[in-house]
Each structure stands twice: as structure tokens, then as C-alpha cells.
């Protein structure tokens, strides 16, 4: 057979395969398609990775609730603890990327990115991102009836008695657990961490004095300070809480530089087409937006900050850059 002959041969294998491909993957292109038009048809999954009671929830349960409203299908929202979030994320990250399986999550999505040996999944394939939500500072707080009110006087007896001084916080890895190791690393002091699994727990053995302090979410223990339960020594985000005047930066108090806020956001799993990210997104913008759930969270110092999928990707890139340096510098683990 001449060279000529070989290559029409050749010429018409591939339109042949590219015929047979087409009649296999049109069915799925097409349902995938109307899966997305149709989309929501029935009730969606919204995955916690945090137990009861902390900020997380408070964001959470009212967005549900919302975007339920906005979809016009219910949203199941559920708490799956465990890993330091692995579990509970990894519950989406296996999910079909149909957007029936959500993620609410914090900062922890980003800093599991360096924290965690062989993490289950890639923060970046495996979900696909929907919308930063809201933002706001983490506090130091302590007992009401505690001897420390002001972060120098944290700072003196720190100095003084290495080791002697315990924190708690939601879990090894937790946002607010890097906030407490970035705080030590700036300050040059050696406070002793207690994990707890789970902010609820670590909150209750704060107000029995089990422990000196917390590092927590402001809408985790909001609450608390109002009810005259816990005193909130200083905020660590940049600027004073609007909702919080009254308490100090840590930047302010002796600590130049010091920021570290809590970020919730919303993930769906990945490969979630593009139709069904957009929509989630409208949903929990409208949520978000509604006069209800701004005024819940800005009582509790979480500014409003919703975004657009593009700009959520850009943030998660950033601060798992950003956290890898404090995980490393001060040997943080999960273990």
C-alpha cells in the first residue's frame, strides 16, 4: 500500500473514532447539561466540619436556611467534625460534583493546605469555590473573674513563667489555633496549648477555670462577653470591631503588625459546572444580603464580605501561602 493510501486510511480512522466518541459522550454532556438547568430538584447537603456551638455554625445554619429559601429546596445542614476539618471536608470532596453537597468552612481550608500529611484531597481540585461569605476577628478572651484584663498582662507572666499559662482553641490546626501560634511568635512567649474537638467544649472549660484563655471566633463567643460570662481581652484583626469598640488590637496593645481573622466561606465539590456554581453563588448572595442575617452577624463583630467564585480561589490561594510560614516556623501539627 503507497504512502497516499496510508494516510486517507489514517484520515478516515480518526473521523470514525471521533464519530464513535461523539455518540458515547453526547448522552453525558447532554444530562449533565439538564442537570444543571434543573438544578436544584431536590434537597441539598450543607457539610460543617466543626462541631456544635462555635461561629461556624452561627454563619452556617442562618445561610442554609436562606439560600433553602432562595433555591426552593431544603438544605440539610450537618456537623462532621473530626481531622482538624479533614473529615468533614473530605465528605465533599468525595461528593459527585453535581452541587447537591456543600462545604461551609473557615481559614481552616487553607492552612490543612500545608498542615496536614497526606491530605485526602487538593483544596484547589477537589472543591470547587462558590463565595466568601463573611470575615471577622478571633478574640482572646478569659473568664470573667480573671486576673488578666489587659494583653501586657498576658505578656508579663508569660514572659515570667514560660509554659505556665494554657489556651484552648476549637482543635489542633484551627484557625484560631494559627491566630494563638502567630500571636507567640510575634510576642516571643510560650503559652501552653490545650486543643479541645471543638469550640464548645474548649469555651465551657474556660468559664470553669480549667483553662486561661481562648482563642476563638467573635461569633463563637459573643455571646458569652454579653452575658458577662467571658471577658474578651483584645481582637486580632487590624482594625478595631465595629461591633466591639471598646476592645483593642492586639496590634495595638504592643504587638505591631499582628493581624489574623477568621474567613467563612462556601465550597461545592469539584467539577461542579460552571451553571450550578453561579447559581449557588446568587443564592448565597441573596441569603447573605438579607437584613436578617446581616444584623445576626454584625452583633456578633462578622463583617459581610460575599464575593464572587473568581475572587474566593484568589483568597485560598493567598492564605495557604500565607499560613504555611506560621505553620512551619512554629512546628504546628495535627497530631
Known amino acids: 500500500m503507497n504512502p497516499q493510501s496510508n494516510s486517507r486510511r489514517q484520515f478516515l480512522e480518526n473521523i470514525i473514532?471521533?464519530?464513535?466518541?461523539?455518540r458515547f459522550l453526547a448522552p453525558i454532556f447532554l444530562s449533565t447539561l439538564a442537570?444543571?438547568?434543573?438544578?436544584?430538584?431536590?434537597?441539598?447537603?450543607?457539610?460543617?466540619?466543626?462541631?456544635?456551638?462555635?461561629?461556624?455554625?452561627?454563619?452556617?445554619?442562618?445561610?442554609?436556611?436562606g439560600m433553602s429559601k432562595d433555591l426552593g429546596q431544603s438544605i440539610v445542614y450537618e456537623n462532621k467534625p473530626g481531622g482538624g476539618t479533614v473529615i468533614g471536608s473530605d465528605i465533599v470532596a468525595k461528593a459527585a460534583g453535581d452541587?447537591?453537597?456543600?462545604?461551609?468552612?473557615?481559614?481552616?481550608?487553607?492552612?490543612?493546605?500545608?498542615?496536614?500529611?497526606?491530605?485526602?484531597?487538593?483544596?484547589?481540585?477537589?472543591?470547587?469555590?462558590?463565595?466568601?461569605?463573611?470575615?471577622?476577628?478571633?478574640?482572646?478572651?478569659?473568664?470573667?473573674?480573671?486576673?488578666?484584663?489587659?494583653?501586657k498582662d498576658v505578656l508579663e507572666v508569660a514572659k515570667a513563667n514560660p509554659g505556665k499559662l494554657t489556651y484552648g482553641s476549637s482543635g489542633n490546626g484551627s484557625a484560631v489555633h494559627l491566630a494563638a501560634e502567630l500571636f507567640k511568635l510575634m510576642a516571643k512567649v510560650d503559652i501552653t496549648h490545650i486543643p479541645y474537638r471543638g469550640a464548645g467544649p474548649a469555651y465551657t472549660d474556660l468559664m470553669g477555670g480549667q483553662i486561661d484563655f481562648v482563642f476563638a471566633t467573635s461569633a463563637g463567643v459573643g455571646k458569652f462577653i454579653e452575658a458577662n460570662k467571658m471577658r474578651a481581652i483584645?481582637?486580632?484583626?487590624?482594625?478595631?470591631?465595629?461591633?466591639?469598640?471598646?476592645?483593642?488590637?492586639?496590634?495595638?496593645?504592643?504587638?505591631?503588625?499582628?493581624?489574623?481573622?477568621?474567613?467563612?466561606?462556601?465550597?461545592?465539590?469539584?467539577?461542579?459546572?460552571?451553571?450550578?456554581?453561579?447559581?449557588?453563588?446568587?443564592?448565597?448572595?441573596?441569603?447573605?444580603?438579607?437584613?436578617?442575617?446581616?444584623?445576626?452577624?454584625?452583633?456578633?463583630?462578622v463583617t459581610l464580605s460575599v464575593s464572587s467564585p473568581e475572587e474566593l480561589s484568589k483568597l485560598v490561594r493567598t492564605e495557604r501561602d500565607r499560613w504555611r510560614k506560621v505553620v512551619t516556623m512554629a512546628r504546628v501539627t495535627i497530631d
Open 234 to 301: 483584645a481582637v486580632t484583626s487590624a482594625q478595631r470591631s465595629s461591633s466591639w469598640p471598646q476592645i483593642p488590637t492586639i496590634a495595638e496593645t504592643g504587638i505591631s503588625g499582628y493581624e489574623a481573622d477568621v474567613w467563612y466561606a462556601l465550597f461545592a465539590s469539584g467539577n461542579t459546572p460552571p451553571e450550578i456554581i453561579n447559581r449557588l453563588n446568587l443564592a448565597a448572595r441573596n441569603a447573605a444580603n438579607a437584613p436578617s442575617f446581616v444584623t445576626r452577624i454584625e452583633k456578633e463583630g
Open 99 to 151: 452541587g447537591y453537597t456543600l462545604l461551609l468552612t473557615t481559614s481552616a481550608h487553607a492552612i490543612n493546605a500545608s498542615l496536614v500529611k497526606n491530605l485526602p484531597f487538593d483544596i484547589e481540585k477537589s472543591f470547587s469555590d462558590v463565595a466568601l461569605i463573611c470575615r471577622g476577628p478571633n478574640m482572646l478572651v478569659t473568664k470573667i473573674d480573671s486576673p488578666y484584663k489587659t494583653i
Open 35 to 65: 442537570g444543571a438547568q434543573n438544578y436544584p430538584s431536590r434537597p441539598i447537603r450543607m457539610i460543617s466540619p466543626f462541631t456544635t456551638g462555635g461561629g461556624t455554625d452561627l454563619v452556617g445554619r442562618m445561610l442554609a436556611d
Open 17 to 22: 473514532q471521533k464519530i464513535i466518541g461523539a
